[in-house]
């Protein structure tokens, strides 16, 4: 069955840099869109960030635009999301997803199980 792996979580002061990874498995990832989204306590999960299969097409949430950039690796079936200029409200469970390209989490077939990303300021 499809897994999503999600890893690079941790604890970050403000102004600080994290790299997330999802790894997949069971599916075939670079015919694949993928996506980051996340979700804070009490509020609705959100998008992040998306990128096709082929790594062409990308879009960012206005609110992480110049500091958040997705990439990922098809030979390695590795998607990656570089977290820079992070800041307090950038903290929450973030979750790689796959399905079709866009930034509504509702149309994504499938989900990891998230990792922590806490920024303190």
């Known amino acids: 069955q499809v897994q999503l792996v999600e890893f690079g979580g941790g604890l970050v002061q403000a102004g600080g840099s994290l790299r997330l990874s999802c790894v997949a498995s069971g599916m075939t990832f670079s015919s694949s869109s993928m996506g980051w989204f996340r979700q804070a306590p009490g509020k609705e999960r959100e998008f992040v960030a998306a990128?096709?299969?082929?790594?062409?097409?990308?879009s960012v949430a206005d609110s992480v635009k110049g500091r958040f950039t997705i990439s990922r690796d098809n030979a390695k079936n590795t998607l990656h999301l570089q977290m820079n200029s992070l800041k307090p409200e950038d903290s929450a469970v973030y979750y790689c997803?796959?399905?079709?390209?866009?930034?509504?989490?509702?149309?994504?077939?499938?989900w990891g199980q998230g990792t922590q990303v806490t920024v303190s300021s």
């Open positions: 997803a796959a399905g079709p390209y866009g930034s509504n989490w509702k149309t994504y077939n499938y």
């Open positions: 990128i096709t299969w082929s790594g062409v097409t990308k």
